[in-house]
């Protein structure tokens, strides 16, 4: 991977990556409350989209009742919520709208002390058009997070699974990308430098490891696209099967059958474990800096405790709560991977 440079000063570049910190925060933030949204149906509650002009909420009764309106012509109302009034109907809009209004809120996070940093001059050529990229790729995150609310608006009270997962991996990329620059920039003193001859392989079999926890995080978006988490809810068998009955029946059963995305996520959930014990007993045997032990120590923690609330959220039929940890989690998990890779490259 390429790193920055160091023309900008040690202490402007630990302000710049406390900001870009608070931001990763956020994104975390913003991932928990998508999955509460996701958990409780409240992800279709509002139905336009407006970047610009939407920050403030109804203000009285009239206004309440024009939205509330609006709701009812959607499949959501007609088919699961008929009988919600416009009281109930608050209790399901102010979730998504927090959500909304924490995708906004963050984009005056970092619009308003990027443009700051700039005229002071703290960042160099080379670090402005690495951080501009963020504000590419959170409106885009906008933008997919609408054409996915919107597909369950036309015919079916849900979202479509694909665009659920586009939306998730958008999510993963933001976040896996600020955190890594955050780290670079949040290092001081210490210089970010290219690999060690003995370290290459570690950083390849780390970068894969990452690779392999994206992918099962993508195929639990699947998952939760389809609510095949209500289902087969037994460990380790599938209703008394290694592999349930009527799986993979066709090329596209992995992204659109119950059955088969739910097999899927166990069976690169239960790889996943395995690279990272792997991993970590390789980093526990070779490896004595004390940094790069830490953080894969803490990966290990971390993939196990993932593994064992995934399990008990399927057993217990994904309760709202543990649902919301289990995606939670998986962000924690998926940072922790990033900051173990990152530490191969830090130098005193």
Same mark, same amino acid.
């Given at each position: 991977?390429?790193?920055?440079?160091? $023309?900008?000063?040690?202490?402007?570049?630990?302000?710049?990556?406390?900001?870009?910190?608070?931001?990763?925060?956020?994104?975390?933030?913003?991932?928990?409350?998508?999955?509460? /949204?996701?958990? #409780?149906?409240?992800?279709?509650?509002?139905?336009?989209?407006?970047?610009? /002009?939407?920050?403030?909420?109804?203000?009285? @009764?009239?206004?309440?009742?024009? &939205?509330? @309106? *609006?709701?009812?012509?959607?499949?959501?109302?007609?088919?699961?919520? +008929?009988?919600?009034?416009?009281?109930?109907?608050? $209790?399901? +809009?102010?979730?998504?709208?927090?959500?909304?209004?924490?995708?906004?809120?963050?984009?005056?996070? +970092?619009?308003?002390?990027?443009?700051?940093?700039?005229?002071?001059?703290?960042?160099?050529?080379?670090?402005?058009?690495?951080?501009?990229?963020?504000?590419?790729?959170?409106? *885009?995150?906008?933008? &997919?997070?609408?054409?996915?609310? $919107? $597909?369950? %608006?036309? @015919?079916?009270?849900?979202?479509?699974?694909?665009? =659920?997962?586009?939306?998730?991996?958008?999510?993963?990329?933001?976040?896996?990308?600020?955190?890594? =620059?955050?780290? #670079?920039?949040?290092?001081?003193?210490?210089?970010?430098?290219?690999?060690?001859?003995?370290?290459?392989?570690?950083?390849?079999? #780390?970068?894969?490891?990452?690779?392999?926890?994206?992918?099962?995080?993508?195929?639990?978006? +699947?998952?939760?696209?389809? @609510?095949?988490?209500?289902?087969?809810? /037994?460990?380790?068998?599938?209703?008394?099967?290694?592999?349930?009955?009527?799986?993979?029946?066709?090329?596209?059963?992995?992204?659109?059958?119950?059955?088969?995305?739910?097999?899927?996520?166990?069976?690169?959930? /239960? !790889?996943?474990?395995?690279?990272?014990?792997? %991993?970590?007993?390789?980093?526990?045997?070779?490896?004595?800096?004390?940094?790069?032990?830490?953080?894969?120590?803490? *990966?290990?923690?971390?993939?196990?405790?993932?593994?064992?609330?995934?399990?008990?959220?399927?057993?217990?039929v994904v309760p709202m709560l543990l649902g919301a940890a289990h995606q939670a989690l998986a962000f924690v998990l998926?940072?922790?991977? !990033?900051?173990?890779?990152?530490?191969?490259?830090?130098?005193?």
């Amino acid at each position: 991977m390429q790193f920055l440079p160091q $023309s900008t000063s040690p202490g402007k570049r630990r302000e710049v990556g406390i900001w870009l910190l608070c931001l990763v925060v956020m994104v975390f933030g913003a991932v928990v409350l998508g999955g509460f /949204t996701r958990l #409780t149906g409240s992800g279709l509650s509002m139905v336009d989209w407006r970047p610009i /002009t939407g920050w403030l909420p109804p203000l009285h @009764d009239a206004e309440w009742q024009a &939205i509330f @309106d *609006l709701y009812r012509q959607t499949p959501q109302y007609r088919h699961i919520n +008929f009988d919600i009034t416009v009281e109930g109907f608050k $209790s399901i +809009f102010w979730l998504e709208y927090v959500h909304r209004l924490w995708g906004r809120l963050m984009g005056v996070v +970092f619009i308003v002390p990027f443009a700051w940093f700039i005229l002071r001059g703290w960042l160099d050529r080379h670090l402005i058009p690495r951080i501009g990229a963020l504000f590419v790729l959170g409106g *885009l995150q906008g933008a &997919i997070g609408w054409f996915m609310v $919107s $597909s369950g %608006l036309v @015919d079916v009270p849900d979202v479509s699974q694909y665009r =659920l997962v586009a939306h998730l991996g958008a999510a993963m990329l933001i976040f896996v990308y600020m955190l890594w =620059l955050c780290l #670079t920039l949040l290092g001081g003193e210490a210089k970010v430098e290219p690999l060690d001859e003995p370290l290459r392989p570690l950083a390849r079999a #780390t970068s894969w490891v990452i690779a392999w926890i994206a992918l099962t995080m993508l195929a639990g978006g +699947f998952v939760a696209g389809l @609510d095949a988490g209500f289902t087969y809810n /037994t460990f380790p068998l599938m209703d008394g099967r290694w592999i349930p009955e009527g799986a993979f029946g066709h090329w596209r059963a992995p992204f659109e059958d119950v059955a088969t995305v739910q097999f899927d996520h166990r069976v690169m959930a /239960t !790889v996943a474990v395995v690279l990272v014990v792997v %991993l970590w007993y390789r980093v526990h045997r070779t490896v004595i800096i004390p940094g790069v032990r830490r953080a894969y120590h803490a *990966l290990a923690v971390a993939v196990l405790l993932q593994a064992c609330l995934g399990v008990v959220t399927l057993l217990l039929v994904v309760p709202m709560l543990l649902g919301a940890a289990h995606q939670a989690l998986a962000f924690v998990l998926l940072g922790l991977s !990033v900051w173990a890779r990152h530490t191969l490259h830090v130098r005193a």
